[in-house]
């Protein structure tokens, strides 16, 4: 039966928060093979790395930033996913917007190829090189510059780690308009490098709308000072956009201004236990409606992701087991106001039938717990081996069929289908997990999952972007005058095409 807001289950265990995942891909798995060979990819026409390169590099970063030791860059070459693996041999950490233009005006003049990466936990294979890109870590660009605590803006370097931004304006009382699973590890930069998604996109909108301004290096070594505090500025083109979302391919994002909310007083989160789809569906129309403004994040968990979560890191769910989950959080003004409304919504939800159990809490502990069960399904996934992952947006009419569509088509082969996601969003996180890379399932998921997709007129890409595994894929959501559109805005402005090569764009255009 369903705990009223009066009698919260006491079945949390107490675990650790583990918010900052694995910084990198598991030093304990074999490495993937190269991409070049797993996907048969020709170099680019550019030139390699010389001794007189690495000189001119250390002259600008001093040798303790321009690592050229094998070992030490190995983890920066595999992506999170162990899913693509280039072989770098330069890593270049620099500290000021001025070093990131000095070092892309020499790789530009000697057509040297970079790759820019932030925390190294995109899940489209866009942030590691695919040959022997330099890399530019932006790690040490990490310093917050100044938050305005009355207009709610926060300006940063681009790789400052989101929950250590979070963590600042939260002691100011605000928060970051984004939120996700890997917030202890990816930088604010890459989220913006990657038009991230995530937890709180529902209730704050992306990140188009919440960047203020940004600061970016294009590929000659140019500095663009698109800087803004403010949400209003229509003063011609809006240029910051071209680099929210395009990966690294336009240009290195060195600093930003974001929008920070104010911090929400209440928060509740329930976790709910439902028989089918669409009760699930039900479920979050009438929360949409009953609880309007307060709603704040709607995720759907089916139960093979949950049963993924606490396998892998041992948690237990606060409910039994059911075919489907949704987790419903509520952020508010006014504790008792919101309760109230949590309470009325739930209890007519029990009434009608559609939800069969549940749990709901304010208390800062539980619902970090609830969280905690939805934040960990991606990492638990990786920890079987292998996993295909599809990240797409489809209509709310036919969001969860393509999962047993899947699961009849790869079989035995799979340990598990999978599906979960922010279907307050319309985003299915579909996942197929494998103990290793399996071509025979590969050949039976793509380029099926994108034709399924595109012919229902989703995207191919909801949050995570194109990086380098979904190149070939993108003409099942773009058009082909659009596909031009983009590859002149390209040759525009990177005309060498260094920044992040093979990424994004087509390959065979
Ligand atoms: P990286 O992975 O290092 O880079 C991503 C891309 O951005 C690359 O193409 C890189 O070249 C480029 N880039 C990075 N920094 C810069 C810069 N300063 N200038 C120019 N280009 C740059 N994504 C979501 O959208 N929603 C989620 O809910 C979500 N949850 C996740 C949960 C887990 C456990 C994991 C592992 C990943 C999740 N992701 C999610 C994917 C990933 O975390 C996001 O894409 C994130 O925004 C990447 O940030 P990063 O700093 O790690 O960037
Ligand atoms: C999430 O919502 O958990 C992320 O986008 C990561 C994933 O898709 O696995
Ligand atoms: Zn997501």
Redo the contacts with the bound molecule.
């Keep these: 039966m369903y705990r009223p807001l009066a009698s919260i289950s006491n079945k949390f265990r107490n675990i650790n928060n583990f918010s900052s995942?694995e910084r990198s891909y598991q030093s304990s798995k074999a490495l993937p093979d190269l991409t070049k060979d797993r996907y048969a990819v020709q170099r680019g026409d550019f030139s390699e790395i010389k001794n007189s390169d690495i000189k001119h590099f250390e002259s600008i970063l001093s040798s303790s930033r321009c690592i050229t030791d094998k070992s030490d860059i190995e983890s920066y070459n595999v992506d999170?996913l162990g899913a693509v693996r280039g072989y770098s041999q330069v890593l270049l950490k620099p500290k000021t917007t001025e070093e990131v233009s000095t070092i892309l005006q020499h790789c530009n003049s000697r057509k040297l190829a970079v790759?820019?990466?932030?925390?190294?936990?995109?899940?489209v294979g866009?942030?590691v090189p695919v040959f022997d890109e330099v890399i530019l870590s932006?790690q040490l660009m990490n310093k917050i510059e100044h938050v305005d605590e009355m207009a709610g803006i926060l300006v940063c370097q681009?790789g400052c780690i989101l929950e250590k931004l979070e963590e600042h304006v939260s002691e100011r009382g605000l928060c970051m308009p984004i939120d996700?699973?890997?917030k202890g590890?990816?930088?604010i930069?890459?989220?913006v490098?990657?038009n991230?998604?995530?937890?709180r996109l529902l209730r704050y909108g992306n990140l188009h709308g919440n960047v203020l301004g940004i600061e970016a290096v294009k590929a000659d070594g140019t500095i663009l000072d698109l800087m803004s505090n403010f949400k209003k500025d229509n003063t011609g083109y809006h240029l910051k956009h071209l680099f929210i979302g395009s990966?690294?391919t336009l240009g290195?994002?060195t600093k930003l201004a974001i929008a920070c909310p104010t911090a929400s007083k209440a928060k509740n989160v329930a976790f709910l236990g439902l028989e089918s789809y669409d009760a699930l569906l039900k479920t979050f129309l009438a929360a949409k409606r009953d609880l309007g403004e307060i709603l704040s994040a709607c995720e759907l968990i089916d139960s093979e992701s949950l049963k993924v979560s606490t396998q892998q890191y041992n948690l237990t769910s606060p409910i039994s087991e059911y075919p489907f989950y949704l987790l419903l959080e509520t952020s508010g003004s006014n504790a008792e106001h919101d309760e109230e409304k949590v309470s009325n919504f739930l209890e007519a939800a029990m009434n009608r039938g559609d939800i069969l159990d549940g749990t709901v809490s304010s208390e800062g502990n539980k619902v970090a717990q609830m969280w905690q069960l939805r934040e960990s399904i991606?990492?638990a996934l990786i920890k079987e081996g292998y996993v295909f992952k599809y990240d797409i947006s489809l209509p709310l009419s036919h969001f969860y069929e393509i999962v047993p569509v899947m699961r009849e088509r790869v079989g035995d082969l799979a340990i598990r289908v999978c599906g979960y996601g922010h279907i307050g969003d319309s985003n299915l996180h579909l996942n197929v997990s494998c103990t290793e890379f399996n071509d025979n399932i590969y050949k039976r998921v793509e380029p099926f999952v994108y034709e399924y997709t595109s012919k229902l007129r989703g995207s191919i890409s909801a949050?995570?972007?194109i990086?380098f595994l979904k190149t070939n894929y993108l003409k099942y959501s773009k058009q082909p005058e659009a596909l031009d559109l983009m590859k002149e805005l390209k040759t525009m402005m990177d005309p060498n095409g260094i920044l992040?090569p093979y990424?994004v764009l087509p390959r065979n255009t």
Excluded: D, Y
């Excluded at 991230?196 to 937890?199: E, K, M, V």
């Design positions: 995942i999170f790759c820019s990466q932030g925390g190294n936990t995109g899940l866009g942030s932006m681009s996700l699973g890997a590890t990816c930088h930069g890459g989220n490098s990657t991230a998604g995530g937890l990966e690294g290195v994002i991606p990492t949050e995570h972007g990086g992040n990424k």
